[in-house]
């Protein structure tokens, strides 16, 4: 027989990003057989056996010849079940059962059951990206809740039997709906110091850690946060979707502008919080990127689990590294944190008796580590509140109240960035320090203040860009007295500078 050929374009997932593959299959003369090479990975050598069986069980024919599928290029490893769509389209095509010009100006992805029909894969956003770049449009699965990209055609197929067709049905995207936020500051009565800290932490990006007994509402204020941030603009929504679709989540919340709120268990692995795996999946910092990361009973999470958030808090990534290469994912996140005083949990409570000694208590403290401690912002004590208080929760401040202020310190240190030409966020300390504007007196106010709490470089530098926040709330242009106070009030607990 002549040997016949035919090139289908696919993708593969690598990191948050859908890299270009072409799936190019050859039929010839030879022992019959079925193999596919190009550095794929065991779901994709899986691919023959649920290719073959759709392929049969949709009426067509398995060539009896030596059939080779390459996945080009053959450097890049190839992983997911995603190609089995694109497989079987250049069998069929190769073979003329169907028109070979079917494949031509497609990105085809998607799973195949045994029985031929078409299945959604993880990172259909990713796909709908890289088809928009490559200027194809995207064949994949009829999946629900799926995602308009400007610009980009969504076409689905539901069986191998529809590509008998010659065409494919136009997926109809439905009008992006507007997600609300049901939790609400309002909920919560009293702790009016923490919900200035986190109004204080909204406005400038700013990690919180929260120290307190059991059922002092540490939870309850940390799930509120999102609902005092801005909305996602569209750039931060479309690369917090992709996020999230890659790891197999639905990402209409994200799309309608709700920045995530990501709070995984303490028992969570390091691959699981980082990111990791084989092949490399974003991990929960990632999950939380643009968004918010609660750790909730921060001292149980393991020592090594903690020590690797450390770099990604600085660099706003992470990059893991394999034989095969480095994977980035993004994320830029903030940090809320909250952890019980002590084993018991009523450490310095005034309404129980804690039952811990000073070294169970110093023991459990440390566990949380210097390092990661200095690189949050903002530490505040959370005490229980009286029943009367608890009987008032739905008259506390509302969380739109709340927003107004994070709104109003947003604009305006966007306006004084813009004016003056210094942008702290990031930048060298001289930067930050001119950006203060502290006069004489202030400059030796604090000085002394991190001189008296022990506080470090970093501890210096991040009180400072606290006591901005707190400065750009009042639309004040320069650091004074008071902000100086309440930032140094907002870092240092009792025992000095964490």
């Not at 002549?2 to 090139?7: K, M, N, Y």
């Not at 374009?9 to 010839?28: K, N, Q």
Request: proline share 6%.
């Amino acid at each position: 027989m002549a040997t016949s050929s035919c090139v289908v374009r696919a993708a593969t997932l690598r990191g948050v990003s859908a890299v270009p593959v072409d799936v190019e299959v050859c039929i010839s003369a030879g022992m019959p057989g079925f193999s596919i090479v190009g550095m794929g990975d065991a779901s994709v050598q899986e691919s023959r056996e649920r290719v073959r069986a759709a392929l049969r069980a949709c009426g067509f024919t398995m060539p009896n010849h030596k059939v080779v599928v390459n996945l080009a290029p053959g450097a890049l490893r190839k992983t997911g079940s995603g190609f089995d769509l694109p497989i079987a389209v250049g069998l069929l095509c190769a073979t003329a059962q169907i028109n070979p010009r079917i494949a031509d100006g497609y990105l085809f992805a998607g799973e195949l059951s045994l029985k031929g029909a078409v299945r959604p894969v993880p990172g259909l956003f990713a796909y709908a990206l890289c088809a928009k770049r490559m200027g194809l449009a995207l064949v994949s699965a009829l999946e629900e809740g799926a995602c308009e990209v400007e610009g980009l055609d969504r076409l689905f197929v539901e069986s191998l039997c529809d590509l008998r067709k010659g065409e494919f049905g136009r997926l109809r995207i439905p009008a992006g709906e507007q997600v609300t936020l049901e939790k609400d500051f309002r909920d919560i009565a009293g702790h009016d110091m923490a919900k200035r800290a986190f109004q204080i932490a909204a406005a400038g990006g700013h990690g919180v850690l929260m120290m307190g007994p059991p059922g002092s509402g540490k939870t309850m204020l940390a799930s509120r946060l999102p609902s005092i941030l801005p909305p996602l603009s569209r750039a931060e929504a479309l690369e917090t979707a992709v996020i999230h679709s890659v790891a197999g989540e639905d990402v209409t919340a994200e799309l309608s502008g709700v920045r995530p709120f990501c709070a995984p268990h303490h028992s969570a692995s390091l691959a699981g919080l980082v990111g990791g795996g084989s092949p490399p999946r974003p991990g929960a910092i990632s999950l939380a990127h643009n968004g918010v990361l609660f750790l909730d009973e921060l001292p149980e999470f393991a020592p090594s689990v903690l020590q690797g958030i450390r770099q990604p808090m600085e660099a706003g990534e992470v990059v893991v590294t394999r034989a095969d290469g480095s994977v980035r994912f993004p994320a830029r996140f903030m940090l809320v944190a909250a952890a019980n005083p002590c084993p018991c949990g009523y450490f310095g409570d005034k309404q129980r008796a804690c039952t811990c000694s000073q070294r169970m208590i110093s023991t459990y403290q440390g566990r949380i580590g210097g390092p990661v401690l200095d690189r949050i912002d903002v530490h505040i004590d959370v005490a229980r509140i009286n029943p009367g208080q608890v009987l008032a929760t739905g008259h506390g401040t509302t969380s739109a109240q709340l927003r107004e202020g994070v709104m109003v310190a947003r604009e305006y240190s966007s306006w004084r960035r813009a004016n003056t030409g210094l942008d702290e966020r990031g930048a060298s300390t001289e930067t930050l320090v001119r950006a203060c504007c502290l006069n004489d007196a202030d400059a030796a106010f604090f000085e002394s203040l991190a001189t008296k709490s022990h506080m470090s470089g970093r501890a210096i530098m991040r009180t400072l860009a606290l006591a901005r926040t707190i400065a750009d709330m009042e639309q004040a242009p320069a650091v004074g007295h008071d902000h100086i106070c309440e930032a140094v009030g907002f870092r240092v607990r009792e025992g000095g500078a964490q």
